[in-house]
């Protein structure tokens, strides 16, 4: 049922933006923005049992820290993705890949504990073996 709104709501917003492309094409990127904004909502109400799911299955004893890199790496990633199409659909190209390049270095900077952790359990795997 869903799939049936958010596929009527994206023709009715292609329907908006073709109509006032005639008459004013400086109000489509607000347009375009607020129907992502309205898809955004849409998948956030749809996706919370998905949420629930995965912050039980992660209360797990020592699964939780890696999850939480894990689910923090994902949201990086998304917002990433997400504000650079909107700065593409806007024309600035510049700026989305600003926005990119920011959100790498984001999803390097979460990797160094996990690394360190992975380089600390190394050592102690070579000490102990030799």
């Not at 492309?21 to 955004?40: A, E, N, T, Y």
């Not at 990633?77 to 190209?93: D, F, K, M, Y």
């Not at 390049?101 to 070579?126: A, F, R, V, Y």
Request: aromatic content about 4%.
């Amino acid at each position: 049922m869903t799939l049936i709104k958010i596929c009527m709501l994206a023709l009715m917003g292609i329907t908006m933006t073709m109509v006032i492309k005639q008459w004013k094409s400086d109000f489509l990127p607000l347009i375009r923005v607020g129907l992502l904004l309205l898809f955004v909502a849409v998948l956030l109400t749809t996706a919370t049992p998905i949420f629930d799911y995965l912050r039980e299955l992660t209360n797990t004893e020592g699964i939780s820290e890696h999850a939480s890199l894990l689910f923090r790496g994902l949201g990086i990633a998304l917002l990433t993705q997400i504000a650079s199409q909107i700065c593409r659909e806007c024309g600035e190209s510049g700026i989305a890949d600003g926005v990119e390049l920011t959100g790498k270095i984001e999803l390097l900077l979460l990797c160094i504990p996990l690394m360190n952790e992975i380089l600390e359990l190394s050592k102690e795997l070579l000490s102990t073996g030799g």
